[in-house]
């Protein structure tokens, strides 16, 4: 059975840090395009950042280019999001999806594939002084 469970958000002071991870299982991360998405109310979902594990090809949303750092660790077959200098506008629920490996991450991003894709059940960031 495929599952992705995503931790580490929380409340944060801007300018802060968080790292979310996601954390699959039944499948090997290497063999799916992996996703973070982000949704805030009444905001529709933005894809955050996406990496093909298999060849390292990344892609990151511009609002978050520069300041959060997908990586991943096939040991523990779980993608990690950095996300440091943190501002009130990154505030969401963020989940990772895995979908096809043929969509290129800039594709995944942008919202291609995921409707057959597995999600996670979102971990909320709140960025608040």
């Known amino acids: 059975q495929v599952q992705l469970v995503e931790s580490g958000g929380g409340l944060v002071q801007p300018g802060g840090s968080l790292k979310l991870s996601c954390a699959a299982s039944?499948?090997?991360?290497?063999?799916?395009?992996i996703g973070w998405f982000r949704q805030a109310p009444g905001k529709e979902r933005e894809g955050v950042s996406c990496?093909?594990?298999?060849?390292?090809?990344?892609h990151y949303a511009d609002s978050v280019k520069g300041r959060f750092t997908i990586s991943s660790d096939n040991a523990k077959n779980t993608v990690y999001l950095q996300m440091n200098s943190l501002k009130p506008e990154d505030a969401a629920v963020y989940y990772c999806?895995?979908?096809?490996?043929?969509?290129?991450?800039?594709?995944?991003?942008?919202?291609?594939?995921?409707?057959?894709?597995?999600w996670g059940q979102g971990t909320q960031v709140t960025v608040s002084s």
């Open positions: 999806a895995a979908g096809p490996k043929f969509i290129t991450p800039y594709f995944y991003c942008s919202g291609y594939g995921t409707q057959g894709s597995s």
């Open positions: 990496i093909t594990v298999s060849d390292g090809t990344i």
């Open positions: 039944g499948f090997s991360t290497d063999s799916y395009a």
